[in-house]
């Protein structure tokens, strides 16, 4: 679970930090107090898409970390042992975003790309924003939805393998007809084109190695010259050669060493320095005898090379490329020479390419019609919890042919509701009431929820749109979220507020030049005087206390 966030410089918060326990959190606060700003944090320490305009004004950097607790979690575990982030079982999240709009993202300490802190982050925290039901008509969100509830995503992968494979062998089969027109031209200059290429004959390291003759040819005249002249100095002059000069100098060192025995090792060293010039003279003796200083030999290297350069301008790739692509053209003239026979190649490939996505995008259809049908009874018993009690939720699923197939198989999928008794279902999009809407978001992102292996959710004012009884409704199904994982919520509802396990109170203060947020914990007094609040607004009555006071005293005996 989350046990930690620390936030600094960010929007108008300077700096904070927030210790969180198991259970139920919420936040609650004045409107622009910088409760969903909180939200925000997270989501950034989480992976998600940060900018500059993001920083406090006047800041370098804005910066976020967050500490989990993942003892209990053995796929988190795993997933950092894999990346080598494993540390003591600690998991320590960190975002930094500078003013100038660079970001950097941590994982224990170690620097990671953001797309792998948002990896992990999916596998510690969910959040639910509060304008999910504004997404919740979109195709792609209901088809993600069924799926997550039916344990189906990894079903759903195998089927976009198969499509894709279908559809690029389908894709290659389709180009190689439409090229039969100009196949023999195509055909004729690939030919043209390899006999270009066979007839140069570039051999492996061939370019490299006549660019290291070429530089000795063009420079053998000085190579001479200098090797005779290493030769000179180190053993060829009649005098002062360095090897009669250690010759010399190790005749005086033996006769010294007759008089001292610690001279000997000197003795030693000259003797090896002087067969170490001997070796060395001898080498530069016969490099000297193989230096070429053929002109022909020089003018050929050269035009080898020339040919080799245009031949690669002439198909606009670098030399070091010319045998890459002889290697494709080689392929291209071959396919394209039994194009009839690979044509039937492709074609059967891709047919059986087919067979297997239909296979499996229709073992998918069939698991998709049971998760329907237990997604469907699932939510509508939670809107009937949720103040709807004549609510009817269904999914409906239209089977797509397959030349309309999709990646995500051969499923159209639609969330249809009824709120009222006598009314058919109907497509979410033309539900009017936005408390409905608000209140069918909810049913569905907390029955979607309870299949998720997810330790901690976050629902940022997700109850907008609801009050009464329903608000006190919602606030029990979160309680009761909150049994099993940690829910985090973001609230104005009093009725809400009461039931949770852990009350923290976002405020705004300003000393007239700044403006920033502050967060506290409360206590049992401080609690009742924020339910006041929410209550009765500005001005708060002895009654407004006694009906806080007495909310949470409910809500203490529910809990109990």
């Not at 392929?331 to 492709?346: K, M, N, T, V, W």
Request: aromatic content about 4%; hydrophobic content about 45%.
């Amino acid at each position: 679970m989350l046990m930690n966030l620390q936030i600094r410089d960010f929007a108008i918060v300077d700096r904070i930090e927030i210790e969180f326990a198991a259970g139920m959190t919420v936040l609650t606060g004045e409107t622009g107090a910088g409760k969903s700003i909180l939200v925000d944090a997270l989501g950034l320490v989480l992976g998600d898409r940060g900018s500059a305009q993001l920083v406090r004004e006047g800041a370098k950097r804005a910066e976020f970390a967050a500490e989990f607790d993942v003892s209990s979690l053995p796929a988190v575990g795993d997933w950092l042992g894999e990346q080598a982030l494993d540390l003591d079982g600690e998991c320590l999240l960190r975002r930094v975003i500078n003013a100038d709009g660079r970001s950097r993202a941590f994982i224990n300490g170690n620097a990671v790309p953001v797309s792998q802190l948002k990896a992990l982050g999916e596998l510690l925290l969910d959040i639910h924003g509060q304008h999910f039901h504004q997404s919740l008509g979109r195709k792609n969100v209901q088809r993600d939805l069924l799926d997550h509830f039916g344990g189906l995503l990894d079903d759903r992968a195998v089927v976009a393998t198969h499509y894709i494979e279908w559809k690029t062998l389908a894709e290659r089969l389709e180009a190689l007809l439409s090229a039969e027109s100009d196949r023999a031209s195509r055909l004729d200059l690939l030919t043209f084109q390899l006999n270009e290429l066979d007839t140069l004959a570039l051999q492996d390291g061939e370019i490299e190695a006549l660019a290291n003759e070429r530089a000795r040819l063009q420079n053998s005249g000085r190579l001479a010259e200098g090797v005779g002249s290493a030769l000179a100095v180190l053993y060829d002059e009649d005098n002062g050669n360095a090897n009669s000069l250690i010759a010399d100098a190790l005749s005086t060192i033996e006769q010294l060493a007759e008089f001292d025995e610690t001279l000997a090792p000197v003795g030693e060293l000259l003797s090896s320095a002087g067969i170490q010039i001997s070796e060395a003279a001898d080498t530069l003796r016969r490099y000297g005898e193989s230096i070429d200083m053929d002109p022909a030999r020089r003018d050929w290297v050269e035009e080898r090379l020339d040919a080799i350069q245009a031949i690669a301008r002439k198909h606009r790739v670098q030399p070091e490329d010319l045998q890459e692509l002889t290697g494709h053209l080689r392929a291209e003239h071959d396919e394209l020479s039994h194009a009839e026979e690979r044509g039937r190649e492709l074609g059967e490939q891709a047919e059986a390419a087919r067979r297997a996505f239909a296979k499996h995008a229709r073992k998918l259809s069939d698991a998709r019609k049971q998760a329907a049908a237990r997604f469907a009874d699932a939510v509508t018993d939670a809107m009937h919890g949720l103040g709807m009690p004549g609510g009817v939720f269904d999914v409906f699923l239209h089977a797509l042919d397959d030349d309309v197939a999709r990646p995500w198989g051969l499923d159209d999928i639609e969330f249809l509701i009824s709120a009222n008794p006598g009314q058919s279902p109907q497509s979410l999009a033309k539900i009017a009431s936005g408390g409905e809407l608000s209140r069918m978001s909810l049913a569905i992102q907390v029955i979607a929820s309870d299949g998720s292996a997810i330790p901690a959710m976050v629902f940022d004012e997700v109850d907008s749109g609801v009050g009464g009884g329903v608000a006190e409704m919602v606030g029990r199904r979160l309680q009761e979220l909150g049994a099993s994982r940690q829910v985090l919520c973001v609230t104005h509802l009093p009725q809400v507020a009461s039931l949770a396990d852990q009350h923290f109170r976002i405020s705004k203060v300003t000393d007239g030049k700044s403006t920033r947020t502050q967060v506290h914990v409360l206590g049992k007094d401080e609690r009742i005087e924020e339910l006041a609040r929410m209550l009765g607004g500005v001005e708060i009555t002895r009654k407004t206390l006694d009906h806080a006071a007495e909310m949470l005293a409910g809500a203490r005996q529910q809990r109990a």
